[in-house]
Nanobody, 116 residues
Framework: QVQLVESGGGLVQAGGSLRLSCTASGSTFSISDMGWYRQAPGTQRERVASVHRSGITNYVDSVKGRFTLRFLNAKNTMYLQMTSLIPEAPAVYYC??????????WGTGTQVTVSS
């Protein structure tokens, strides 16, 4: 099993920055890729960014150029640096770890609110 703990959410003004962290523990050797998802009330959860064990990252178009995802193997921690934040509905950001065979794990989420 894999346990994920997120941190770093909060309230920030439009144009500001936040850095989210997700630390994995347990059977981290089984993780094939990790990602950040977000979900605002009444909407579907969407993947914001992901990183494969090869190091390849992917971003949803709406955050390209503003968000940067990094994974530090030594700390089993994934970071999402968010800059130039846009005011929108508050969302919960979730960390996800995929271990293959149709199995993934989720953190409990961290709230991000961007005020105008």
């Amino acid at each position: 099993q894999v346990q994920l703990v997120e941190s770093g959410g909060g309230l920030v003004q439009a144009g500001g920055s936040l850095r989210l962290s997700c630390t994995a523990s347990g059977s981290t050797f089984s993780i094939s890729d990790m990602g950040w998802y977000r979900q605002a009330p009444g909407t579907q959860r969407e993947r914001v960014a992901s990183v494969h064990r090869s190091g390849i990252t992917n971003y949803v178009d709406s955050v390209k150029g503003r968000f940067t995802l990094r994974f530090l193997n030594a700390k089993n921690t994934m970071y999402l640096q968010m800059t130039s934040l846009i005011p929108e509905a508050p969302a919960v950001y979730y960390c996800e770890a995929d271990v293959g065979v149709g199995l993934d794990y989720w953190g409990t989420g961290t709230q991000v609110t961007v005020s105008s």
